[in-house]
């Protein structure tokens, strides 16, 4: 992203880009553990509640799994695609 000297969007790119986002992680996840993602997670939260699209934004954490892609994730994100993606 401009500005951005890392791959990853950051927090000071959100201004730029506010698009439907959804995430999945497993509660288990040692990748991608929760304490690592809750400061990311907060602060597009509110960047999108100041953007007045909160509908856009949406964590989903899976209990009991680790670093997995479970049915219900596919079914999520399929759900999520025919919202957002209008072909």
């Known amino acids: 992203m401009s500005g951005s000297d890392t791959k990853f969007v950051t927090p000071r790119d959100l201004d730029l880009v506010i698009g439907p986002v959804l995430e999945f992680t497993g509660e288990g996840d040692t990748r991608c553990p929760m304490e690592g993602l809750d ?46 993606l209008k072909l």
């Open 39 to 84: 400061v990311t997670i907060s602060t597009t939260q509110k960047a999108y509640e100041d953007a007045k699209c909160l509908n856009h934004f949406k964590v989903i954490v899976e209990v009991g799994i680790g670093h997995d892609v479970t049915s219900s994730m596919l079914k999520e994100a399929s759900d999520w695609f025919d919202k957002f």
